[in-house]
């Protein structure tokens, strides 16, 4: 999990980083950029509080975008790009990488950050003959607490529609709630299926991406009763969003600092694959797929 923020905080990175990068995607592509710049899409350790940590595999989504900011629309971005990791000059890691569009707004690619030691590091790539690239921080595992790959989930209890805990409206995907609100958390990762649990708020997202992700758990999971499939939202109301207290309990309990997250559990709770900030229809069926779903 990444370190508790302030939800103010949290939305400020989102509001200020990926958020704008998500919400200017659908604007007008003109002639073409002049220039590309490659930008995080998560929290990188500068703008809002590192959700890298150092030790642990991390799937990160980070985008092209031309010089006035504006993240390439599908019919301009690369169907690859070869990213490189670096730390203080010496390549760490490369790794060439497709873009991630299925199902979504805007395109970006997500290379997996896997290094031993916290400290700053640089992302980069060759765009016509120049590397562009950004800088972001790994975090000492023991400073930021993180959920993945080989954790159990946390047993707590969720939202549904038989005990509400206070959280109005239950769901804020519209026109209508999703299906995944009859099961707690808690009893989903009793039932013995395999869970799959989304944190996310489709109504007061800042991104064009919290939406397009409920919309994939219902197209896969909404007839299959075999998967405890179990959707959570960010804030208790709408008198609350934006303030220190207003998240739910479940965000709390996850020490979450940013939207949308997702688990995806094996029977008995213990964590297959992780996702978060930005993901298109591929790898949430990569992510079901490593729980045999």
Known sequence: MISALPPVSRRAFLTGG????????????????????????????????AFLVAGREQRVPIFLADDSGRPLPPDETPTDLAVRILRDGEVVDSQVLPARSRGIFVPHYSPLIAVDEPGAYEANAEIDGQFVGFEFLVADARTVPYLGIGDRLITTPTATTDDPLGVEPLCTYLPDPCPFHDTSLDAAIASGRPVVLLIATPAFCQTTICGPVVEMMIERLAT??????????????????????????????????????????????????????????????????SAGI
């Open 224 to 289: 299959r009763p075999d998967v405890a499939t179990v959707h959570a939202e960010v804030w208790k109301n709408e008198q609350v969003v934006l303030t220190p207290d207003g998240t739910t309990d479940v965000v709390q309990t996850y020490q979450l600092g940013h939207e949308p997250a997702l688990w995806v559990a094996e029977p008995g709770g213990i964590v297959r694959d992780r996702l978060d900030f930005a993901w298109d229809l591929d790898e949430f069926d990569e992510a079901l797929a």
């Open 18 to 49: 990926l958020a704008a990068a998500l919400a200017t995607a659908c604007g007008s592509s003109g002639s073409g950029p002049a220039a590309l710049f490659l930008q995080p899409g998560f929290a990188d350790g500068l703008r809002a509080p």
